[in-house]
């Protein structure tokens, strides 16, 4: 089956940096994406990787090993407005998001 | 540019009663998706569309119907709504099958 897997919930201090992490089984792979989504409110872009390496974005970036099956994202600087929950989503081989549960994540002052 | 629009933003339905949950993007995309979306759970694909009049099963397409009968509208139907049915639903569209999906606001649906 395919299978998505990241932690359910993650707190982090304003001002740190954080990495959540993402391990995926999936029949095919067309690229891994990782999108914001705050309580209430629609997921919203944030990064996409199909390659293997490092992607950054600002304060944002994003890493994919897909011979490990893995990815990160790395949210540095964190503020206050960064508390949501961060979903990973793979690509399969037909071209369909499969999605993780989401991270939640929290950040304290 | 409004982007993708949903509505209602929130219904409560009886069981076995029926709605329609609307959907509309101005992107001129061809790809769009209605998801839903159970807490502690990932979104799951519903139906989706490649273009105007074509149209095909997600993952869990069980009581639901659609149809696209322009590139701009994508509305999901619920014929008998059940219990199994609450969930928050999402629309989305994309450029093409490997791009970027941009979701819309959503619709909150209880069936009691």
């Known amino acids: 089956g395919q299978n998505i897997d990241q932690p359910t919930e993650m707190t982090a201090t304003e001002g740190a940096i954080v990495q959540i992490n993402c391990t995926y089984q999936t029949s095919g792979f067309n690229g891994l994406f990782w999108y914001q989504q705050h309580a209430g409110e629609a997921p919203t872009f944030l990064s996409y990787?199909?390659l293997d390496g490092l992607e950054e974005k600002g304060r944002f970036s994003s890493f994919l090993s897909r011979s490990k099956g893995y990815s990160y994202l790395l949210l540095k600087e964190l503020q206050m407005k960064d508390s949501a929950s961060y979903l990973c989503a793979v690509m399969d081989s037909n071209y369909q998001l499969i999605w993780g549960a989401g991270t939640k994540l929290i950040i304290k002052p | 540019n409004a982007g993708v629009t949903q509505t209602p933003k929130f219904r409560i339905l009886k069981i076995g009663q029926s709605m329609t949950l609307q959907c509309t993007q101005d992107m001129n995309h061809n790809y769009m998706y209605w998801y839903r979306q159970d807490p502690g759970m990932g979104l799951k694909l519903i139906y989706y569309?490649?273009?105007?009049?074509?149209?095909d099963k997600g993952e869990v397409p069980n009581g639901y119907n659609v149809s696209r009968s322009t590139t701009e509208d994508f509305p999901l139907r619920l014929e008998l709504a059940a219990p199994s049915q609450t969930s928050v639903y999402f629309c989305?569209?994309?450029?093409?099958?490997?791009?970027?999906?941009?979701f819309g606001p959503g619709t909150r649906l209880l069936v009691l």
């Open positions: 569309s490649v273009g105007a009049g074509i149209t």
């Open positions: 989305a569209s994309g450029l093409a099958e490997s791009e970027t999906q941009y």
């Open positions: 990787n199909v």
